[in-house]
Each structure stands twice: as C-alpha cells, then as structure tokens.
C-alpha cells in the first residue's frame, strides 16, 4: 500500500478509491546525463546500480525511459533505469549510482580545463577552450598517480578529443574510465612531478 484514500467508516462511491497500491518488485532509478553521454544510450540497455544504502550490493538493471528533452538550465537529459526489488528492501528517496553497461558509452568526457591542446602549456591551457573547434585533434593532460600515504606524481599522457559541450570535452582515445587526471592546475605540470594535494583532480567514473 502507498496511499490510504480513505478513513475506515467512511462511505465509498461505486469504483471508488479506498487504498492505493504500488508494484515494488521493481524499482525506479532516475538519473540526469550530458548531452554528450545521450548518443551512447538506448532504451534496454543493461545498467549497474549500487545503492549508498546497501554498498556491498550491486544491481543489474535497465534503461526503460530516455526523457526526450532536456533541462533547459543544466542540459542534462533525465533517464529511467528499472532494477529488480524482489525482497522488498529497496525503498523510494534512496540514493542510487548508476553505471551504463555499453562499449560505446564508456567514452571519457572531461572538463576543458584539464587538458591543454596540443603546443599548449601545461594542464587548462587556453587551447582546451576552443569551443566548437575542429575535432579530433590531440591534446595533452596530466594523470594522478600514487596517493594513500605515498607521493603524488603525474604523467603527461596524449590524448585524442572529440566533441565539445558546456565546458567539457570528449576523450576518444588515451584516457580510461576510473583513471584520475588532474582538472586544474595554478602552475605549468611536468611530466613526473611531485604534486601535493592542492591540486584539483578527478577521475572518469560512473555517471
């Protein structure tokens, strides 16, 4: 039951409402995507959720819905992923991370400011924001290495770009999903420097 439309001991019209019942053997997921993310997506295709509330658990669902306009402010398309709730313990208002199980969509997708065109200097150079700029060129960005107790170098590592959207570009090929990379930097980046924690880095995963 979701809803209680009425009291007990109150009188009920013909094909009136008395309870309202929902289906929880499955569950939907609703997550938002860039615009250039949308091309990989299709509806049936295969996606893992993990649940913040159950974290040793992983789901394996589907895309049942691709929203067919975007949020004009964010530009961000809203998506439907239904995953199976046969026991009954997944509850609505939880929060879900979403990863699409396609080939095609693992394309990493950075912000500009982390790489810089190819006879550019250092990580955010100018080059990288060159909106609507020929595409597949190559470009440059520094990758994370190390951490947990160890030093932090990087390593420049050439990259091929793709499409542009909203501050972000698309990496074809030179950089794979769950690699850290840095976003921003303050100063020119080396290839093998010893970097601290200031610097700003993130890595491509889940969407």
């Known amino acids: ?31 938002e995507v860039s ?15 993990r649940l913040d509330a159950f974290p040793n658990q992983t789901y ?36 879900a991370r979403v990863s699409f199980e396609n080939d095609a969509s693992r394309a990493v997708v950075v912000p500009e400011t982390a790489v810089a065109e190819q006879g550019s200097r250092g990580a955010g ?6 909106a609507g700029g020929q595409q597949n060129r190559q470009g440059t960005l520094f990758v994370v290495n190390g951490g947990e107790g160890g ?21 074809l090929s030179g950089l794979k999903p769950g690699e850290r990379f840095v976003a921003r930097s303050g100063k020119p980046l080396k290839n093998g420097e010893t970097v601290g924690l200031s610097i700003i880095s993130e890595s491509q995963g889940e969407q």
């Open 125 to 130: 150079g100018q080059g990288g924001r060159e």
């Open 1 to 31: 039951m979701t809803q209680r439309v009425t009291e007990e001991g109150n009188l009920v019209q013909p094909n009136g409402e008395v309870l309202k019942i929902g289906d929880f053997s499955r569950v939907q997921v609703d997550v």
């Open 35 to 49: 615009e250039l993310a949308l091309a990989n997506l299709r509806v049936g295709q295969l996606a893992t959720v």
């Open 60 to 95: 394996r669902g589907q895309v049942t819905r691709i929203s067919p306009a975007a949020d004009p402010t964010a530009r961000l398309v809203p998506v439907e992923v239904t995953i199976p709730n046969s026991n009954g313990r997944i509850g609505s208002g939880l929060l």
């Open 151 to 171: 030093k932090i170098t990087v390593t420049d590592r050439t990259v091929t770009l793709g499409e542009r959207a909203n501050g972000k570009v698309e990496i």
